[in-house]
């Protein structure tokens, strides 16, 4: 049974969708403020994190932002009002995996939801060989010669999916569909650092190559 971490402090909506998901065979653990919500989380590890940015005490992002220096593999959904540009990118800055504007359906949070948390048993103890580079998928971890470097979520997700498709392209759309969900100006921009950023983080084995297809995608070769 899935055990989610549920943080609005809005009462009626709050018991609305609990006693929804509950109907639905989730285990809910409600909270009006971050810091109790924190304190939760700390104790119970739950499955998944679904939280409004303005809470009490301790808000959304700071919140997620205390949650992924524990755990940066837990799903983490913000349902806000706050959908402007900047929360946006503020939220998935912090390693949100989804972020979903108010109002919302349970159906459409469920599916979300689900989306995600079989997206991390995909992850779940995967390791990759990369030319002379180790690829830990759990703990976002690139390693070299005994060196170590630890990545971004987003970062070990994108690496991911150029070492699954090893040798093939892999598209623009799809990176920007599994990644970020949606496609726009900002996360198509975003996508390209990103890229020069493994790039850098691999370039200790020359051998390692991440070819850009213009206009189409990218490909990980190793000569």
């Known amino acids: 049974m899935t055990d989610i971490l549920f943080v609005e402090d809005e009462i009626d909506l709050a018991q609305i969708v609990s006693d929804c998901l509950e109907f639905k065979g989730y285990t809910v653990n409600h909270y009006g403020n ?6 939760h989380f700390k104790k119970s ?19 997620a932002r ?10 983490i959904i913000f349902v806000t009002a706050r959908v ?11 390693g949100a995996n989804d972020y979903m504007k108010k109002p919302y359906s349970i159906e459409e949070l ?3 939801m689900e989306a995600q948390l079989k997206r991390l048993e995909k992850v ?3 390791k990759y060989t990369i030319g002379n580079y180790s690829f830990d998928a759990i703990y976002n971890m690139l390693s070299i010669d005994g060196k170590e470097k630890k990545i971004s979520y987003r970062e070990s ?19 920007l569909c599994e990644l970020w969900e949606y496609e726009s100006f900002f996360t198509g921009r975003s996508l390209d650092v990103f890229v020069s950023r493994l790039r850098s983080y691999l370039r200790s084995d020359l051998r390692i190559e991440i070819v850009n297809i213009r206009g189409v995608g990218y490909m990980l070769i190793i000569h």
């Open 34 to 39: 971050g810091m109790d919500a924190f304190h």
């Open 45 to 63: 590890r739950p499955d998944i994190v679904v939280l409004d940015v303005m809470v009490p005490e301790l808000d959304g992002f700071d919140l």
């Open 66 to 75: 205390k949650i992924r220096e524990i755990d940066e593999q837990i799903p």
């Open 84 to 94: 402007q540009t900047a929360d946006v990118l503020k939220g998935f800055g912090i």
């Open 110 to 112: 469920i599916v979300r």
């Open 124 to 126: 779940i103890s995967t």
């Open 157 to 175: 997700e994108l690496l991911r999916m150029l070492v699954e498709h090893q040798n093939q392209i892999v598209k623009r759309s799809a990176i």
